[in-house]
């Protein structure tokens, strides 16, 4: 074991320069400099998400949520953020996510500031970068420029990978949006600080496959603990269960990897990672070393350049919820 691991580290550098991040000429490092009057759009943002983890530490995962589930589907240009009966707001995969009121918030702020100067889908972007640094996280830089769609369909959000997507699909769909296996994997580290509902994990606890039996993958002490506790049999409420261990839940950090190597992935597609054999020892590497900071800072300033709109494209909102 201990002499592939030079080799594994190898890999993982290798994996990484070749994610490093080429946005868009348009894109750019302090991009709203000198653009907000005497205000700084950096210090707004900072302060609203500074403000609201106070007392909602929450957030961050909302903030990571959103962010993925906006990028990934056509792009960062915010459409998530859109209202409407047939937006991607109301598309089955996307119920749950939260965070619309903060940026509604920041919105306002910088209109105030400066009207029609900064994108929706450049705060998304900006407040995830603050609130992972706020919450144990890496602090890293991120460019900004983009504009804002004016497309959003509740199909679009089709492409989301599930919870219980195999690991060959899941790397499949994210080699689509141009984003390699070790990429998924770093970013599936964002569930470090994510929860999810006891419907969702029912039948890994008590009827996997059509067995009646738990997901054999699944540490069987664990599975008594959530089927015990969390996720009894016949409860009145479809109650909240965290991804990663519940004494590191709203800090971002390299324990949801452990979690895993100790069989304790909550979701089908978590455990899943830890076990299939392309990606089993990018779970370790990441479990047993100190680069996921670095990595997922990586990873996501890679997820946020996708697609993104920029110079006469798209337009700047007043609103985040609708078009102008």
Partial sequence: MQPARPAALLAAFIIVLASAVSCRAQLANSYYAGKCGNASVETIIHDAVKARLAWDKRMVAGLLHLLFHDCFVAGCDASILLDGPNTEKTALQNNGLFGYDLIDDIKTTLENACPGVVSCADIIVAATRDAVGMCGGPIYQVQLGRRDGMVSQASMASILPGPNVDIPTAIDLFSKKGLNSFDMAILMGAHTVGVTHCSVIHNRLYNFNGTGLPDPAMDPLYVWILSTFACPQGQAF???????????????????????????????????????????????????????????????????????????????????????
């Avoid at 965290?242 to 597609?269: C, E, F, N, T, W």
């Avoid at 680069?291 to 990586?298: A, D, E, L, V």
């Fill in 238 to 324: 479809d109650n909240i269960v965290y991804l990663d261990d519940p004494s590191s839940i709203l800090l971002v950090d390299k324990s949801y990897y452990a979690q895993i190597m100790k069989r304790h992935g909550v979701l089908s597609v978590d455990q899943a990672l830890g076990d299939h054999s392309s990606t089993a020892w990018m779970v370790n590497f990441l479990a047993t070393t100190d680069f996921f900071p670095s990595m997922f800072s990586y990873a996501l300033n890679k997820l946020s350049a996708l697609d993104v709109l920029t110079g006469n494209a798209g337009e700047i909102r007043r609103n985040c919820r609708r078009t102008n």
